[in-house]
């Protein structure tokens, strides 16, 4: 009998909480699929051929976005992430010049304060449970959401009053994102409120700085502006940096610090190895991207006509590269469902790869890094909440991970 593959792909055929059984069949049964117009790369070698071939592009910003949501189409448009060169390389050039690694590592103090203030409050939380509590604090809302968002404020220059306001607008931006499964009705409509009300916010601190460089001249907004000065872009392009970074930071570095401690929860042994040498982080970051990628799928177009995997690509196709699949290939990374926080696993695809590769990594990283090293030294008896329904996952596949993880802590 002739074996037909597993047929046609559908997100909405995938278990959120573990989507790689899927992803291996695939991969190892039709790895080059085409699906609903689509094609979708299942395999490690494949994805990040095209991740570095300039033969794909991201063919510009969603034309899916409703014509009566100006001011997200605007805001879009002008994310770097939805570009391509020549645009994209000047605008990239623009964040790379004020979000450069010693920023970063210039900041990482800070970071640190940050992430332990979260978590004493978070050891407070759950200290106060009643006892007998089932469950004590959802480690999203309390940690892994704020978390980020605080960060980002802190180069972007947001004064500490404003921050709460900021992380509702980044939240409300996601209900635009093209992958949401369960988006509310009026997503959209609250997506574009969000993306005008962020608009003002910054044209606002940039006509701020420009009257008074020399007194709000020391953060992100700051530095870009000084670099824009060689080669302008205008403020539309600007503030779409500002709501990117925002959104970009916060969503991803989320969802990189909850799978993170889901994972090493459910493997003991890394958790305690990583608790007496916590000189591993490093590492363990990357191996967690790799185990279960923040951003599960990222999508291209051909701009010519192409074979993959032995199926022709004819030019205008779109190619969904499946992030998540690559890295669990077991040509690039041996018994790649096993954890291993020891691990060489760069060339994981969690980042990107080529002329989009992410350019806040160093801050995901070093978030993810000194968050984890937080919640590990603060909280040494963190453990999962009893109950199914102690971890709900959001209904998004691309940006990947839970909305609500309850934890508590035992002796």
């Avoid at 997200?72 to 000047?90: E, K, Y």
């Avoid at 990583?274 to 590492?283: K, T």
């Avoid at 051909?302 to 032995?310: H, N, S, Y």
Wanted: hydrophobic share 40%.
């Amino acid at each position: 009998m002739t074996d037909r593959g597993p047929g046609p792909f559908r997100i909405s055929d995938v278990h959120l909480p573990d989507p790689y059984p899927l992803y291996r069949r695939y991969r190892e049964r039709d790895p080059v699929h085409r699906a609903d117009g689509t094609w979708y790369l299942f395999r490690h070698h494949d994805v990040a051929r095209v991740l570095a071939d300039r033969a794909y592009v991201r063919g510009g910003s969603p034309a899916r976005l409703p014509q009566d949501c100006p001011h997200l189409r605007r805001t879009t448009a002008n994310w770097m992430v939805f570009m391509d060169p020549p645009r994209h390389t000047r605008v990239r050039a623009l964040v790379q010049k004020s979000f450069t690694p010693r920023i970063v590592e210039a900041l990482r103090p800070r970071i640190g304060h940050l992430a332990s203030e979260l978590v004493a409050e978070l050891a407070a939380e759950l200290r106060a449970a009643p006892p007998g509590k089932q469950g004590g604090a959802d480690l999203v809302d309390r940690f892994a959401a704020p978390f980020p968002i605080l960060v980002i404020s802190e180069l972007l220059g947001v004064p500490k009053e404003d921050r709460p306001w900021f992380r509702a607008r980044a939240v409300d931006l996601q209900q635009a994102t093209s992958s949401r499964v369960a988006r509310r009705a009026d997503g959209f409509a609250v997506a574009d409120a969000a993306a005008r009300e962020l608009d003002s916010y910054f044209r606002a601190e940039l006509a701020r700085r420009r009257a008074d460089l020399a007194r709000h001249g020391s953060d992100l907004i700051a530095a870009m502006m000084r670099a824009e000065e060689e080669s302008p872009l205008g403020d539309d392009v600007l503030v779409g940096t500002c709501i990117h970074l925002l959104t970009a930071g916060h969503e991803t570095t989320t969802n990189l610090v909850s799978k993170g401690v889901l994972a090493l929860l459910a493997h003991p042994d890394q958790l305690a190895l990583l608790r007496g040498q916590p000189e591993l982080l490093p590492n363990a970051v990357e191996e967690l991207v790799r185990y279960d990628s923040p951003v599960q799928m990222i999508t291209r177009q051909a701009k010519e006509d192409d074979v993959l995997g032995g199926r022709a690509i004819s030019a205008g196709s779109k190619v969904t590269l499946v992030l998540g699949s690559a890295n669990r290939d077991p040509e690039r990374f041996p018994d790649p469902d096993r954890l291993d926080v020891r691990r060489d696993a760069r060339r994981h695809s969690g980042f990107g790869m080529g002329v989009h590769y992410c350019v806040g990594a160093p801050l995901a990283r070093a978030e993810a890094e000194i968050g984890l090293a937080a919640l590990l030294r603060g909280l040494p008896g963190l453990a999962l909440a009893e109950g199914d329904d102690a971890v709900r996952y959001a209904q998004d596949l691309v940006f990947h991970g839970p909305e609500r993880m309850v934890v508590r802590t035992v002796t």
